[in-house]
């Protein structure tokens, strides 16, 4: 479903509208939605992108090898581990 929305345009905006319209060979209401698309998108990718950086700064201790990791359980848990 689709819904019809009214923005105004000063002369110039609505003239690149056309020319990428022409350009492309689409009516600017399809020029308008590529543009919300792309937008959308870049905001996405800096939010991704954000998100990574966070999760870089995190100090998070390195898991111990196999063998360290199975004598740590048995010397909490018992053998057998967590059953």
């Known amino acids: 479903m689709s819904a019809r929305l009214e923005v105004r345009l ?3 905006r609505k003239q690149r ?3 990428l ?4 060979g ?6 308008v ?3 919300i698309d792309d937008a959308w998108e870049e ?8 998100a990574v950086e966070r999760m870089a700064q995190l100090e ?3 898991p111990p090898d196999p063998e360290t990791l199975s004598r740590e359980l048995e010397e909490t848990y018992g053998p ?3 059953s």
């Open 10 to 12: 000063d002369d110039e």
């Open 43 to 50: 905001v996405m990718r800096a939010r991704r992108i954000a």
């Open 60 to 62: 998070v201790e390195d």
């Open 26 to 31: 689409v009516p600017i209401s399809e020029v």
């Open 33 to 35: 939605r590529r543009l």
């Open 21 to 24: 319209g022409e350009a492309e």
């Open 80 to 82: 057998g581990g967590l």
């Open 17 to 19: 509208l056309e020319q």
